[in-house]
């Protein structure tokens, strides 16, 4: 599993810049600067020089999301059957006879049309989480369409949903007071718990639809996909629950008091390791290197300052996890703004090196932790970092500023940093749980 | 000829060039504003706002302002499609009856109530606005509030979706003229700055934020120097 982000990273395909370099060939002699930036065009990188990505192709995140337990395939097969009946209520074509306002139509089309992209997504996910996050996602979007065209064909009502939603809730809340922490590594209890915690708080936070401008159609769809985004949780945090009970023995006990008193001891390591830090700085010019420590200081400040702010201990344990291999990874990347070794590029080689390594971070991250299954939860959330950055180098169609590429070389050096940081994070929780 | 027989006198013209599609109406709106989000200070000498302003509307399916001021140079109907036809948003000031005259209304363009409308309109004391906005054809605007004063005028528009039952095409454009009589008068040489807002929140709480943000609540319909 460790080798997911190289495969990435070598990937090789006919990409915008490509067909740019194409159609471009004879005609223009190099590309031109960005119009009045710079006077100066030899400061400029070329755009054949940086990395060629397609930015359909990125992943996202760069390293799948996974959970240790086994996702059944009844569950993922129900869920698309759910997506089906939904997108079976919609006449087809939906026209304008169906729907005379071509801006609601056209709400409703896309939202079907996003729901059946999400069911290409789950089809082709790299993990089990993945494809149950996709489903979930086609459900919501599927539900959009099928209550907004139930309003008009039959009426249904604000009204009838709310008290739908209601009824999930109470649902929710009956299977949160019944769930215990059962397990026996509590690491794995941890990442499967987290899930459902995520799960319930998500679910027991959301009291309607935040629109406003729509119309009574609209509205009415949003509080579909509302009501559906509900059951969905419901559903997912009920079959992680039941399947990972599944795979315990009969007589496992509860992990609740072990992670209660790891997060409590990974939160207050957070804590002291914030208090360690130098004051904030106010710089008047703002590089690569002062982004950095912004950006990392607000990650590691973000989140639960104790179990209690937490949805529930076992969350508590995995962010404090994230937050303490991210103060980990300040720490190191204060130590190398002070040696100087931290500065935006100047050349595309620099730049594919640093790219290079935050790939080669993340494999190296996913295979040296003690606990491959909390370092990929981890790993996978900082490779946003590196998904952000390309996605960014994607959008480049012409020669660059080199300082245009400092958010790039930020998202990369982040990433590599925290990566770098994994393994010795994971220890820590594995230490404060066992 | 005095100012108000001439207002008449073009009244007669409006009415006859009244068509059939789009619809016009003497609409009325909404609550207390305070004018914070234009700059204009509304409790200025010669300034003031008003959220429920009388007025003519016009919404018409045209390629171009429904209703206009024409050049005074008598400009042809093929000249004012090439200039006027990208011009999206528009607003000019109406302060004389020479003025008033340029009005123009687009063929096939209902605009009921506005030949009555001018007659009652006094320019020695009060003042026409007139804006035109393009807007998408599932949407329409509502004005929540205008604001004026002695050099600028401001509006800020609320756009609701239209019902859902009401046929409208999604890439379809229309425009939405409003002539807007404010309670002041006004010079349209003077008036150099124009402002105008669109928002999807509802006029009330629109106006309910704008009240919340100023340092004090002014009535509506405070004339300035009249």
Redesign the interface.
């Known amino acids: 599993m460790g080798d997911d982000a190289r495969n990435v990273a070598d990937r090789q395909r006919l990409t915008r810049r490509g067909l740019l370099a194409v159609a471009a060939t004879g005609a223009v002699a190099g590309c031109q600067s960005i119009g009045g930036l710079s006077d100066d065009t030899d400061e400029q990188i070329s755009v054949f020089d940086l990395p060629d990505l397609d930015r359909e192709s990125i992943p996202s995140p760069i390293v799948a999301p996974s959970v240790p337990v086994d996702i059944s395939p009844s569950h993922l097969t129900a869920a698309r059957e759910r997506v089906d009946a939904l997108l079976g209520e919609l006449p087809t074509p939906m026209g304008p006879d169906d729907i005379p306002n071509g801006y609601v139509r056209e709400r409703l089309t896309d939202s079907a049309s996003d729901a059946t992209d999400a069911l290409d997504d789950a089809r082709t996910a790299r993990t089990e989480l993945e494809a149950l996050t996709a489903l979930g996602e086609a459900r919501e979007r599927a539900r959009y369409a099928a209550a907004g065209w139930a309003m008009a064909d039959d009426g249904l009502s604000v009204e009838s949903l709310r008290g739908e939603h209601g009824e999930i809730v109470s649902n929710a809340h009956a299977f949160w007071d019944e769930h215990t922490y059962r397990g026996t590594d509590p690491v794995r209890a941890a990442l499967v718990h987290a899930r459902i915690e995520d799960a319930f708080d998500r679910l027991a936070q959301m009291d309607g639809p935040r629109s406003h401008g729509d119309g009574e159609l609209l509205t009415v769809a949003e509080w579909g996909e509302t009501v559906e985004s509900a059951q969905v949780s419901l559903d997912d945090a009920r079959h992680l629950d039941s399947q990972f009970t599944e795979s315990l023995p009969a007589d496992a006990g509860t992990v609740e008091d072990a992670l209660t008193s790891g997060a409590e001891t990974l939160l207050a390591d957070v804590r002291s390791r914030q208090s360690q830090l130098p004051p904030e700085p106010t710089p008047e010019e703002w590089g690569v290197a002062e982004n950095l420590v912004a950006d990392l200081r607000r990650s590691i400040e973000r989140g639960p300052a104790t179990v209690e702010d937490a949805s529930g201990p076992a969350s508590a344990v995995v962010d404090a996890t994230g937050r303490v291999a991210r103060s980990r990874a300040l720490e190191q990347i204060q130590e190398r703004i002070d040696a100087g070794e931290i500065s935006g590029v100047e050349s595309a080689d620099e730049l594919r090196a640093l790219r290079t390594t935050a790939y080669d971070a993340l494999d190296a991250a996913l295979e040296a932790s003690d606990d491959a299954a909390l370092a990929r939860t981890v790993v996978s959330d900082v490779s946003w970092e590196v998904t952000n950055a390309d996605w960014r180098l994607a959008r480049f169609d012409r020669d660059v500023r080199p300082d245009h590429l400092d958010d790039v070389v930020e998202g990369y050096l982040l990433a590599t940093a925290v990566a770098q940081a994994v393994p010795p994070a994971c220890d820590q929780t594995i230490d404060a749980l066992n | 000829m005095n100012r108000r027989e001439s207002l008449a006198a073009f009244a007669g013209v409006a009415a006859a060039l009244a068509g059939c599609s789009g619809y016009g109406s003497a609409t009325s709106e909404s609550t207390p504003t305070r004018g914070a989000e234009s700059g204009i200070d509304t409790d200025a000498p010669g300034a003031g706002s008003a959220t429920d302003p009388e007025m003519i509307h016009v919404r018409g399916a045209t390629e171009r302002a429904p209703l206009w001021l024409a050049d005074p140079d008598g400009e042809t109907e093929r000249e004012r499609r090439s200039h006027r036809e990208r011009r999206r948003h528009s607003r000019t000031v109406v302060d004389t009856p020479a003025r008033a005259e340029r009005l123009r209304v687009a063929d096939g363009v209902d605009a009921d109530g506005l030949d009555s409308f001018l007659s009652e309109t006094d320019l020695d004391s009060q003042t026409l606005y007139l804006e035109s906005v393009e807007v998408?054809?599932?949407?329409e605007l509502t004005l929540c509030r205008i604001e004026w004063q002695p050099d600028e005028v401001s509006t800020d528009y609320a756009?609701?979706?239209?019902?859902?039952?009401?046929?409208?095409?999604?890439?379809?454009h229309v425009f939405e003229a409003r002539l807007v009589r404010i309670p002041a008068s006004l010079s349209a040489d003077e008036v150099r700055g124009y402002g105008s807002s669109i928002g999807?929140?509802?006029c009330a709480?629109r106006n309910r934020a704008e009240a919340g943000s100023g340092d004090s609540a002014s009535a509506a319909s405070t004339g300035g120097d009249q």
Do not use: E, I, K, S
């Open positions: 998408r054809a599932c949407f756009r609701t979706q239209l019902p859902y039952d009401t046929r409208c095409g999604v890439d379809d999807t929140a509802g709480r």
